[in-house]
């Protein structure tokens, strides 16, 4: 069977269809409300703003259109905040949950103590929203960049544009927990994945924008040696992140045989899969937050220190070694948080001990390990080795881009929408979709999207 068939039979299914229709009407909604401005806020003065952080060298510009490339935001509209905020607050509960033995119970429950977690989880998201809409109102748009018009620039209007901002981010919540249980695929991930896949266009116009202004000429910057480097490196990296996130480490496991009468039951040989990339996307958002508070206090201080002082070239120094995406000591320090990370969010999401009691209690073991403490311990062991490849990919990915900006003079977003972070969100989702559309396939005896003809 041809994909193009294989593909209009996922709409031949009424259920599917109307899954995907649903998922497809509200990514369309999230990206309308996307191009819906702040009230009060002075939008010309928001593009010079942004013209003045290029001028500057664009460290911050670029850091903030990539906090909105992982929250799925627009900093000047109403979905200001993106899904970041219940992005912190899932993390800030799945922490308690390993620490905080109520909400460590709670996760004991099943789907009951799930849907109560969420439920905090969603009072939670309301207050860090409400935090962090004020405060990138107060700082972000008044203070910082008087973006607010001066008649409109009083208190009342400051928490009229807070409330807005808080009641945009609900909604994409809102959004994303449709998506989970009434379309197809995880909700805030596509919505992530959309606002990745609608900003891949302007990067290539950016990356192709000399070429047409100066015309394509061999051993320049706009030599069609250069793109074609270019899309070899791309088919490459997408190579390399799909073998990446769908590489696992099968672990053998026997099931105990039992003596029912005069048959035999278990005795059949399984596999635990353990992905290699078992972090995700998630140490690179860490990291990348973590690095900009020594960029802001390096170059403040960089500012603040006259040319004449003694320290003056040290607090350059400085202020242009943790600058962006900058020399060796931002990289450097961007690689280890990244493994540092990576291992964090592994202890907090991978629990040895947890398995090792559900075989146990299935009549299951590895082979060549007792049941209990020894193979919790193995497991530790095999969880520990394969994310250090999970990690190194991860700092790869991370920091290849910025290299390939420098050295081929291409903007840093559009290096890492084609080649970075944004190629691994999008690669890492669309997988998970076409997973979750297989299995609605399968279930209904026809072959799946990724099936081989027969």
Not at 236 to 242: Q, T
Request: contains cysteine; positive net charge; hydrophobic residues 50%.
């Amino acid at each position: 069977m041809a994909m193009f068939q294989k593909i209009l039979l996922v709409f031949r299914i009424p259920e599917l269809r109307r899954k995907i229709l649903l998922t497809l009407v509200l990514l369309c909604v999230y990206r309308l409300g996307y191009h819906v401005y702040l009230p009060f806020i002075d939008q010309r003065a928001v593009l010079e703003q942004r013209k003045d952080m290029d001028q500057q060298g664009g460290d911050l510009n670029t850091f903030m259109q990539t906090i909105s490339l992982f929250t799925a935001s627009q900093l000047n509209s109403i979905f200001g905040l993106g899904i970041g905020p219940y992005i912190t607050a899932s993390i800030i509960f799945q922490l308690l949950g390993t620490v905080y033995p109520p909400l460590e119970a709670l996760q004991k429950e099943g789907e009951a103590g799930r849907r109560k977690i969420n439920e905090y989880t969603r009072y939670a998201t309301v207050l860090v929203c409400i935090i962090q809409s004020y405060v990138w109102i107060r700082a972000g748009m008044g203070s910082m960049g008087n973006a607010i018009l001066p008649e409109y620039n009083t208190w009342f209007q400051q928490m009229v544009a807070t409330l807005t901002m808080t009641a945009g981010a609900i909604f994409l919540m809102w959004i994303g927990e449709q998506i989970d249980a009434y379309g197809i695929g995880n909700g805030i991930s596509l919505l992530i994945m959309a606002g990745i896949i609608a900003r891949m266009p302007d990067a290539g116009v950016q990356l192709l924008k000399p070429a047409f202004e100066h015309g394509i000429r061999l051993g320049t910057d706009t030599g069609i040696d250069r793109f074609i480097l270019l899309a070899v490196m791309f088919v490459v990296v997408v190579i390399w992140v799909v073998a990446i996130t769908e590489g696992q480490r099968r672990i053998p496991i026997q099931s105990a045989k039992h003596v029912r009468g005069r048959r035999v039951m278990g005795g059949q040989r399984q596999s635990l899969p353990l992905r290699v990339n078992q972090a995700g996307v998630m140490p690179i958002v860490f990291a990348s937050s973590i690095l900009v508070f020594p960029m802001f206090v390096f170059k403040q201080i960089n500012v603040l220190v006259k040319a004449e002082n003694p320290l003056s070239p040290i607090t350059a120094g400085l202020a242009d070694a943790f600058s962006y995406g900058r020399g060796y000591v931002y990289n450097t320090c961007y690689i280890l948080l990244i493994y540092l990370f990576c291992y964090f969010w592994v202890a907090v999401t991978f629990n040895p001990k947890d398995i090792s009691e559900n075989l146990k209690d299935y009549g299951s073991f590895i082979p060549g390990y007792r049941p209990g403490a020894r193979t919790a311990q193995f497991l530790e062991q095999v969880m520990t080795r394969i994310t250090y490849l999970g990690a190194a990919f991860l700092a790869m990915v991370a920091v290849i881009p910025t290299l390939i900006a420098h050295w081929m003079d291409i903007p840093t977003m559009v290096a890492s929408f084609y080649g970075g972070t944004g190629l691994l969100i999008v690669v890492s989702v669309a997988l998970d979709l076409v997973q979750k559309i297989d299995s609605h396939l399968v279930m209904r005896n026809y072959p799946g999207l990724l099936d081989s003809d027969s």
